[in-house]
């Protein structure tokens, strides 16, 4: 079925960075896309990035593009998100995701238990 | 970008009631549809994907196509209190809905 294990959450000034980690297991980490999603305190949930399978391209929400890179390790069934510049808006639950492609995008089956960033 | 709309935002309901909850997109993603349960505290789970296919319980139904879709739960059971959110994945990234909480 697999597991996801997310890390890294903290509580950073405005304009610092930070780095997630995101431990995979229980199925081929290469073969899947995989992302990161938020939700913001008490709000409703935001997709933020994609890595897509294999050495895929990457994407990103308009909100954090320039400012984030999503990167995996294979070797280390890890997938990683750094975080630059970051804001008071950028505040929030943050879960990796197994991608299932649609059409031209994709929904999260496989969720991790979400690592809390505080910016403040 | 495709904006997906949720209604009611608060639900309130009794055991053993038949609840439905509607998406609306802002234009068409097909049956690229997926509708999430989230508990306090937890990570959301895929209860329905592709519009229709059923994930965890047959209680648990989705309908629709295009721009508007339905989920409905029959004889609510005290594990479906939650809120529900909607996904299109028509295009990429996807956008979510705003989620609806399902209250006792």
């Known amino acids: 079925e697999g597991q996801l294990s997310e890390s890294g959450g903290a509580l950073v000034q405005p304009g610092k960075p930070l780095t997630l980690s995101c431990v995979v297991s229980?199925?081929?980490?290469?073969?899947?896309?995989m992302s990161w999603v938020r939700q913001l305190p008490g709000k409703g949930l935001e997709w933020v990035a994609t890595s897509g399978p294999g050495v895929g391209r990457t994407f990103y929400a308009d909100s954090v593009k320039g400012r984030f890179n999503i990167s995996r390790d294979v070797s280390r069934d890890t997938l990683f998100l750094q975080m630059n510049s970051l804001t008071v808006e950028d505040t929030a639950v943050y879960y990796c995701a197994r991608d299932i492609r649609g059409h031209e995008g994709w929904y999260f089956d496989l969720w991790g238990r979400g690592t809390l960033v505080s910016v403040s | 970008d495709i904006q997906m709309t949720q209604s009611p935002s608060t639900l309130s309901a009794s055991v053993g009631d038949r609840v439905t909850i509607t998406c609306r997109a802002s234009?068409?993603?097909?049956?690229?549809l997926v509708w999430y349960q989230q508990k306090p505290g937890k990570a959301p789970k895929v209860v329905i994907y592709?519009?229709?296919?059923?994930r965890v319980s047959s209680r648990i139904s989705g309908s629709g196509s295009g721009t508007e879709f339905t989920l409905t739960i029959n004889s609510l059971q005290p594990d479906d209190f939650a809120t529900y959110y909607c996904?299109?994945?028509?295009?990429?990234?996807?956008?979510f809905g705003q989620g609806t909480r399902v209250d006792i």
């Open positions: 996904q299109e994945y028509s295009t990429y990234g996807g956008t």
């Open positions: 592709q519009a229709s296919q059923s």
């Open positions: 234009q068409n993603v097909g049956h690229y």
């Open positions: 229980g199925f081929t980490f290469i073969t899947y896309g």
